[in-house]
């Protein structure tokens, strides 16, 4: 079965604190996304990694970088949280070429305050 | 950035009664995918469309890929109480990047 995994659930921050979101795919696909999704909004692209080491800013990048050192894993951080950053965060990943699939992991509800 | 335009936003339905929900767009996109979401989870994938004009079923749920590719609908047939949730359309764009429509929620009453 394919598996995206969030390791946070549930988290609650300060104002001013970093924030990493950790999330993995154990299906070997290229691709890795980071969604933020608000009620009334839909989900929202932050950022999203073709490969190892690259990245690309999607619709909302601002107050928001990530990391993918490895194939597997790519990251979420916010620098220094803010209460607008109090959202649920949704990893994704997929194979490359158009038609495929993309897989969601269970989310990430972060609370800053 | 661009979203789709998803409606309605909201439904109330008794068991038993079909439900169908839209999603248009200004752009055209090659693949439109719907996904349903229940509540404190991830999204999980119901329909993908590939080709303009396609209809596919997936058990009580039927979605169609609009000819214009600027346009695709789902149907549910019969609802029941596990019917509840968010649904969301998306259109795919280049490189697998995925535009969402804002979602239907969707509830059944017994």
């Known amino acids: 079965d394919v598996k995206v995994t969030q390791s946070s659930r549930y988290l609650v921050k300060r104002t001013g604190e970093k924030v990493f979101l950790e999330c993995v795919q154990d299906?070997?696909?290229?691709?890795m996304f980071w969604y933020r999704q608000d009620p009334g909004l839909g989900l929202r692209l932050i950022y999203f990694?073709?490969?190892?080491?690259?990245?690309e800013k999607g619709d909302i990048p601002e107050g928001y970088s990530v990391s993918r050192e490895k194939k597997e894993r790519f990251s979420l951080i916010l620098e220094s949280a803010s209460t607008n950053q109090t959202s649920m965060y949704l990893c994704?990943?997929?194979?490359?070429?158009?038609?495929?699939?993309?897989?969601f992991g269970e989310g990430s509800w972060l609370t800053v305050v | 950035g661009q979203q789709l335009n998803q409606s309605p936003q909201s439904m109330f339905i008794q068991e038993g009664e079909d439900v169908s929900m839209n999603c248009t767009s200004s752009?055209?996109?090659?693949?439109w995918l719907w996904y349903k979401q229940d509540p404190g989870e991830g999204p999980v994938l119901l329909i993908a469309?590939?080709?303009?004009?396609e209809l596919t079923s997936n058990g009580r749920l039927t979605a169609q890929f609009g000819i214009t590719r600027k346009d695709s609908f789902l149907n549910i047939s019969a609802s029941i109480p596990s019917d509840v949730g968010i649904y969301f359309c998306?259109?795919?764009?280049?490189?697998?990047?995925?535009?969402f429509g804002a979602g239907t929620i969707l509830r059944v009453k017994s």
């Open positions: 994704a990943s997929s194979t490359t070429g158009s038609g495929n699939t993309i897989y």
């Open positions: 299906m070997d696909h290229e691709n």
């Open positions: 990694s073709y490969d190892v080491k690259m990245k």
């Open positions: 752009s055209i996109f090659n693949t």
């Open positions: 469309l590939y080709k303009a004009g």
């Open positions: 998306a259109g795919q764009e280049y490189g697998n990047k995925l535009v």
